[in-house]
């Protein structure tokens, strides 16, 4: 997994034509560098308003880097040839909240009143925090960056709201500094942690045993880096109970066109 | 006019209870030094959806700071006591894309489908600038800033569209590399230029002759500075023929409770 992956294919649009034809579906952590990724929520129009809302008031776990037009596979802010019937490795259909199926298409399920949100991705400041030269512990484990609920509340929007999902990566002291400057570099990728330390301020019991993703090992001079996570926006969206949602499984996000340090994404 | 008002109000709520018993219906530049204020457009939750998308993707003219919950008057991300109904000091209402009247409180307008969008304002980077020493020519002639039509595409939502209209500060040569650094500090206030020198390269024909504001004097010794403009927004907005749009007037802006300078204005 992850940067070993990198080169295999020549450009973003080479990826995604793999992606596209099927020939590709694994996850793409690693893949297209320096180019955004995201995550991808694919809703009902009647909910894409509050849903909106919802990510605009929370812009740290749900930064907003697209939307399309109502019943359009098309994000051409993103990319000129995006069709996002095809073009995610892996999708998870949930109805009512519930988790229904995985898929590698979803042009059997698109629908003219579906509206696709493109939210930023961790990858990005993972990305800019290793070429400084600061490890990423689930990398080197080759792990999935582990992830927790807390109790930090989200300013809710419509039927969305609960509480912020967050990942973690231990970091040595001296990196800490580092890594809050560099990743607030991205606000549409998350931007600086939410939280250094103790785990119990906000309301994890156990970061041995994460809610999602593999637990990592912390050394005795680490200290846990908390950020705001894309997962909170689906965990909004399967509490909301709306009857059909499809995200892209984890991992396997959108490769975009646009170079990651933009400051346009949209 | 302008910061000569500052300090005649102790407190932002006390200038909103002011705007909102109607006992102040002027302008709000130079008021609540350090809060941010905003453009402020109300329409039908049926448009609001293809609005958030046309501001989404034309961050710099349209910097989403806040949106309210369909046919709610509050806004309390900007400050817990707002009710858009009767805290703007002045208001302009669209029928059909037509100004119909200026009215200094809207509870009479007010309808369950109303959603109401907050927007950054140029404001914040003026009150920047200044700080810096930078001047402002419009501020120190005692005008309205000159604002443009321009021949820059925005990226379509919708029935929304067009191209953007910005505003227009002379600064002398030194002072544009710092006004560009300070002002790109402020993404949800318009944040760095989109244009510098000259105006024929963007569709203006002729900067004595704004198509909103006032004109203002350039030295010799000045190039003309261009900044996308709120007034972008309205445009569109009657462009597209909405049966009922309400907005500010200009320079009478929403006074909110947030710092200008937080990273977090949502």
Known sequence: ??????GRFTTEQDLRAAIRSGAFTGHTAGLAPGKLQCNIAILPAKHALDFLRFCLRNPKPCPIVGVAETGDPALPTLGPDIDIRHDLPRYRLYRDGQFAEEVTDIAAHWRDDM???A???SFTFERALMAAGIPMRHVEQNRTVPMYRTNLPLVPGGAFGGTMVVSMRPLRGADVPRAVEISARYPHAHGAPVHVGDPAAIGIAALERPEWGDPVDIADDEVPVFWACGVTSQHALLSAGIPLVITHAPGHMLISDIDESSDRPI
Chains 1, 2 share one sequence.
Not at 1 to 6: A, G, H
């Open 1 to 6: 997994m992850t940067i070993q992956q990198t």
């Open 115 to 117: 509206v696709t949100v």
């Open 119 to 121: 939210l930023g991705c």
